[in-house]
């Protein structure tokens, strides 16, 4: 069965900088987009960055463009978001998403929590 | 960008009733609409991708209509389990969230 399961939130201060990892397996990890998606506490559903199967592709919502790096490696199945320059506004729970052959996004893991407070 | 406006924001309703969310883009989206179900502390869960196909696993009662810039999502007979937040997404042009609909107990 398909996993993903991420891990790295936590607190950190204003202007800090996070990285999340997203472990994927039962799936042929390199022949998939991927995504993120954050869910500020009590807020709704927002898409955040998503990277091509080979990972030479990135994009971005435009809050996080600059500050945000979506990376990938597939000899390990596991999906990366390097988080810089970190806002209060940034808090949430950020889910790592699979992309499934028609863009949406068909598998979730369980969310990981970043909170940026000083 | 791709605007997404859902209604109602919160439903009540009670076990065995009939219920429709609406979800409207700002532009044509063709039929690259999603459904998704999320139950508190937890993550999304597709129900329902390009407009109305049923993703695989999701009961029947669950159906998806629509296409251009208004869907719905109707659920014929609500059960105990359906009490939660769905959302509609559009991925015509990158990805956009609805609001979210809470549909609760009545």
């Known amino acids: 069965e398909v996993q993903l399961l991420e891990s790295g939130g936590g607190l950190v201060h204003p202007g800090g900088s996070l990285r999340l990892s997203c472990a994927a397996s039962?799936?042929?990890?390199?022949?998939?987009?991927m995504t993120w998606v954050r869910q500020a506490p009590g807020k709704g559903l927002e898409w955040v960055s998503a990277?091509?199967?080979?990972?030479?592709?990135?994009y971005y919502t435009d809050s996080v463009k600059g500050r945000f790096t979506i990376s990938r490696d597939n000899s390990k199945n596991t999906l990366y978001l390097h988080m810089n320059s970190l806002r209060a506004e940034d808090t949430a729970v950020y889910f790592c998403?699979?992309?499934?052959?028609?863009?949406?996004?068909?598998?979730w893991g369980q969310g990981t929590l970043v909170t940026v407070s000083s | 960008d791709i605007q997404m406006t859902q209604s109602p924001s919160t439903l009540s309703a009670s076990v065995g009733d009939r219920v429709t969310i609406t979800c409207r883009a700002s532009?044509?989206?063709?039929?690259?609409l999603a459904w998704y179900q999320q139950k508190p502390g937890k993550a999304p869960k597709l129900l329902i991708y390009?407009?109305?196909s049923l993703q695989s696993g999701v009961p029947s009662r669950f159906s998806g209509s629509g296409s251009g810039t208004e869907f719905t999502l109707t659920i014929s007979s609500l059960q105990p389990d359906d009490f939660a937040t769905y959302y509609c997404q559009q991925y015509n042009s990158y990805w956009t969230f609805g609001q979210g609909t809470k549909v609760e107990i009545k």
């Open positions: 990277i091509s199967n080979s990972g030479t592709s990135t």
């Open positions: 532009q044509s989206i063709s039929y690259w």
């Open positions: 039962g799936f042929t990890f390199s022949t998939y987009s």
């Open positions: 998403a699979r992309e499934s052959d028609y863009s949406d996004f068909d598998w």
């Open positions: 390009k407009a109305s």
